[in-house]
């Protein structure tokens, strides 16, 4: 996918995807839901 002309990737945190480290959904089919994270910003 393009984004104002430069690629775009999605990594998954799933460990679903047979082509890892991208995401192609399958978090949606598996229910997968990545811990909640705090972050703090200055």
């Keep these: ?3 104002d ?3 775009l ?3 998954c945190h ?3 995807p047979l082509r890892k480290p991208y995401c ?3 978090h ?3 229910g ?3 811990p909640e994270a705090y ?3 200055p």
């Design 28 to 30: 949606r089919k598996i």
């Design 39 to 41: 972050v703090e910003t």
């Design 5 to 7: 002309g430069k690629p």
């Design 1 to 3: 996918m393009l984004v």
């Design 9 to 11: 990737t999605y990594l």
């Design 14 to 16: 799933c460990d679903g």
């Design 32 to 34: 997968f839901k990545a």
């Design 24 to 26: 192609n959904g399958t």
